[in-house]
């Protein structure tokens, strides 16, 4: 029996590992749950889950989760440490990183050094701090599993053969609402526009990332520190079906991929049960979907986000954290309105461009980068 702490269970990633959980109740209990500040979600999961603990990030919703609490009876906690605590605690021996953007960092950081396993969701912890996390990691004793579709799929795929013997690694790409828009029209895209997807069910913020392809930006990165390949054996293709989630080749040119449908359901699974594959009663795939595959290279004309990865990697250091962060800033502008689509592109690119870069040596200099980051795009805006 694993005992799991869900870090962001009120989203999209936690709603459908609580899904999960309820297809192995032998298996799985739900020891503590988080949110940011959808009280009336958190409070509906602890009547159903029955958790010891749950924690919400914004103190201001402290009263109103309390209020929604009828008949629940365990410790609630709020404020930003509270996650930290509740992912260092030792009655938890699972951790499930869903916590979108830079707030995963500290709790996953946190929960790996208390030698933890952790699925983790969210890229950016690994973006912003990855050789921190990935010392964290050996020095706990801690397992990092994937979920996301992506390196899930790799981590799947890549058993097939030996690390040594790894040659490359594709990940693949929706292409999200705007895989054949031009630039005019990404130019004058509005929200709803870019909030659009044709096959993934994901919250604004993924799925404006989509949208500009960094969400596979920050995967390239990401797959740098999971799995200790270089960045010029990690490529992006476009793959509209979203069948096709990863693909790795060996030495020996033979290509291993890992297929399902676009259900999150799958990795999550996988990565709560690994080693061992349970039937948890998902949908199969039918073998009609598989009837036309397709690829094709990405516009980086349009998309300028892969190239800014790939710079982001090179230089290293506080690079990755400045992407990042600029993203996460620019993302959040232009869901409040205040700028147009294509200038998330700008922004990111020029925040990367002026930032001087730093060695990696602790936390606080990740966290000041961040700080520097953010603070860049909103003077950029401002000005």
């Known amino acids: 029996m694993k005992n799991l702490c869900i870090l962001g269970s009120t989203g999209s990633i936690g709603v459908s590992t609580l899904d999960v959980v309820r297809r192995f109740p032998d298996r799985f209990r739900v020891r503590s749950l988080t949110a940011g500040r959808n009280a009336k979600k958190l409070a509906e999961q602890a009547a159903e889950a029955k958790p010891e603990r749950i924690a919400i990030t914004d103190k201001d919703a402290y009263a109103e989760l309390k209020s929604h609490l009828n008949g629940w009876r365990g410790e609630v906690l709020a404020g930003p440490e509270a996650l930290c605590e509740l992912a260092e605690e030792q009655e938890s021996d699972y951790v499930v990183s869903a916590i979108v953007g830079a707030a995963g960092l500290l709790p996953t950081l946190s929960a790996l050094k208390k030698g933890k396993q952790v699925g983790i969701a969210n890229k950016e912890p690994l973006v912003m701090a990855g050789p921190l996390m990935i010392a964290a990691a050996k020095q706990g004793g801690s397992t990092i599993l994937p979920i996301d579709s992506e390196h899930s799929a790799v981590f799947q795929s890549a058993r097939a053969g030996n690390h040594g013997e790894l040659r490359r690694i594709v990940l693949t790409a929706s292409g999200g609402p705007f895989r054949t828009a031009t630039k005019e029209k990404m130019a004058a895209a509005t929200k709803?526009?870019?909030?659009?997807?044709?096959?993934?069910?994901?919250?604004?913020?993924?799925?404006?990332?989509?949208?500009?392809?960094?969400?596979?930006?920050?995967?390239?990165?990401?797959?740098?520190?999971?799995?200790?390949?270089?960045?010029?054996?990690?490529?992006?293709?476009?793959?509209?079906?979203?069948?096709?989630?990863?693909?790795?080749?060996?030495?020996d040119r033979s290509v291993v991929a890992q297929l399902g449908l676009p259900d999150m359901r799958l990795p999550i699974q996988y990565a709560l049960t690994w080693p061992d594959r349970l039937d948890g009663a998902l949908p199969e795939l039918p073998l009609e979907r598989m009837a036309s595959l397709a690829f094709e290279a990405p516009d980086r004309s349009r998309f300028p986000t892969l190239d800014f990865a790939y710079e982001a990697g090179r230089k290293g250091g506080t690079a990755p954290a400045v992407l990042n962060a600029a993203n996460e800033q620019a993302v959040a502008l232009f869901l409040e309105d205040r700028i147009k689509f294509t200038k998330i592109f700008d922004l990111v690119g020029g925040a990367l461009s002026a930032h001087r870069v730093q060695p990696m040596d602790d936390l606080d200099t990740v966290l000041a980068a961040d700080r520097w980051a953010r603070e860049h795009v909103r003077k950029t805006v401002e000005a």
């Open 192 to 251: 709803a526009d870019a909030l659009n997807h044709p096959t993934w069910s994901m919250g604004a913020k993924i799925t404006i990332d989509s949208a500009t392809l960094m969400n596979k930006a920050l995967e390239i990165i990401e797959a740098h520190f999971l799995f200790d390949v270089p960045y010029e054996r990690i490529e992006v293709w476009v793959h509209p079906q979203s069948i096709v989630h990863a693909l790795v080749e060996f030495a």
